[in-house]
């Protein structure tokens, strides 16, 4: 079964910066696209930001220019740096990986940006 793990979450001052980690593991072929979601009390899971395995990436506006997604194909993981944080970037951050057709997530990693 697949499996996915996050790491690099925790509490931040405006201004900071975190690095989350991802890693995948399992029965594991290959790996199509990788992302990162976030949800914030009351609101929607929204995508944050995604990369194909050529290295094609898209960002939501709210992070461009502040958030970098990168993989490691080798090593079957994802990070998202997040540089310049703001409160408003307070969220559960979700790793989300699809496999043949099949999204898989991992179990959430809280965010929390004071100011």
């Known amino acids: 079964q697949v499996q996915l793990v996050e790491s690099g979450g925790g509490l931040v001052q405006a201004g900071g910066s975190l690095r989350l980690s991802c890693a995948a593991s399992?029965?594991?072929?290959?790996?199509?696209?990788m992302g990162w979601y976030r949800q914030a009390p009351g609101k929607q899971r929204e995508l944050v930001a995604a990369?194909?395995?050529?290295?094609?990436?898209n960002y939501a506006d709210s992070v461009k220019g502040r958030f970098t997604i990168s993989r490691d194909n080798a090593k079957k993981m994802v990070y998202l740096r997040m540089n310049s944080l703001k409160p408003e970037d307070t969220a559960v951050y979700y790793c989300n990986v699809y496999i043949l057709a099949k999204g898989y997530w991992g179990q959430g990693n809280q965010v929390t940006v004071s100011s």
């Open positions: 399992g029965s594991i072929f290959s790996i199509g696209v």
């Open positions: 990369i194909v395995s050529g290295g094609i990436t």
